[in-house]
């Protein structure tokens, strides 16, 4: 991965070290291993929590249970591990996005003018009374009532799934997004770093579908930059990108999308790349900046 400040953003590094019973389960190696990690790590502003688990899939040492090979390995099993990290970054800001996944309109004799927007919210607490505007249309009203889990409710916080109930009859929908403090940069050219999981390769021109936030947008990559070589950790000259490549891309998209770009916590500023032939997860890209 490259080691440019603000390329990427990681809590947490686990470095899986397989087959150790074909070195005698030696601790040196494991240690030796995590040097290197760190030292690879260390140019970080904000270098990630490293964990190293020796295992062996022969036998499953230390990947659901902890191994009695490794009385030196002090730390949990890979699946305690995995299922152990925190990693929501639920980080409370003031800027909140609710990206609204579903329209909730049960057109029952009770409810019959009922119309509120369902979806998970990111970035900040949100209150009722608060004021809204809605991307990419950019109307704008007021928080007139919030559930979670049905239950009514006058503030929601990052993570939570809720409902929201606006003082206005808006045209809202899937994909649409509810914005309360700063309102993210609407863009339809951006640069992303991409790193490329798909085995078929793909170079500049082609087209691809992006999903960003709860809405998919056709478009297509129009430069490769540089793609980063993983051994030198050094950016080069690319006119493709192939599987586990990570580089640096220029997008053109059919329609404006609302961008949080280069941020740390919004996920206004992430997207994958879909498939558009086999509609399959292709990419995963993080959004550096947004062209004019």
């Known amino acids: 991965m490259p080691s440019s400040p603000g390329c990427w953003s990681l809590a947490h590094v686990v ?21 290197e990690v760190a030292e690879l790590l260390a140019p970080w502003p904000h270098p990630p929590q490293i964990h190293v688990v020796p295992v062996s899939a ?27 990290l925190d990693v929501t970054q639920e980080h409370e800001h ?21 119309r509120s927007y369902a979806g998970r919210l990111d970035g900040g607490p949100l209150r009722h009374g608060d004021s809204i505007t809605v991307l990419p249309g950019g109307q704008s009203s007021t928080v007139a009532g919030m559930h979670r889990g049905g239950t009514p409710v006058d503030i929601a916080h990052p993570g939570e799934s809720i409902a929201v109930l606006l003082a206005d009859e808006l045209d809202v929908g899937r994909g649409d997004v509810l914005v309360a403090g700063s309102v993210p ?17 793909i170079a500049a021109g082609e087209h691809i579908v992006v999903k960003h936030l709860t809405r998919l947008v056709s478009g ?54 879909i498939d558009p032939a086999t509609r399959t997860t292709a990419a995963a890209g993080v959004i550096r900046a947004v062209l004019a």
């Open 15 to 35: 470095v899986v070290i397989n087959k150790m019973d074909l070195v005698g389960w030696d601790q040196a190696i494991a240690t030796q291993i995590h040097g």
């Open 58 to 84: 022969l036998h499953g040492d230390n990947v659901v249970e902890r191994s009695a090979n490794t009385p030196w390995h002090g730390g949990p099993s890979l699946l305690e591990l995995l299922e152990g």
């Open 94 to 114: 003031g800027d909140c996005r609710l990206p609204v996944q579903w329209v909730i309109r049960p057109r029952t004799a009770e409810h019959h003018d009922h």
């Open 185 to 201: 940069t609407l863009g339809r050219r951006v640069v992303a770093d991409v790193a490329w999981m798909a085995e078929r390769p």
């Open 220 to 273: 297509r990559i129009t430069a490769i930059r540089h793609r980063w070589d993983l051994g030198t950790l050094q950016p080069g000259p690319a006119d493709h990108i192939g599987l586990n490549d990570i580089a640096r891309v220029e997008l053109d998209l059919d329609q404006a999308l609302p961008i949080d770009a280069g941020s740390a916590w919004s996920s206004a500023g992430r997207f994958i790349v």
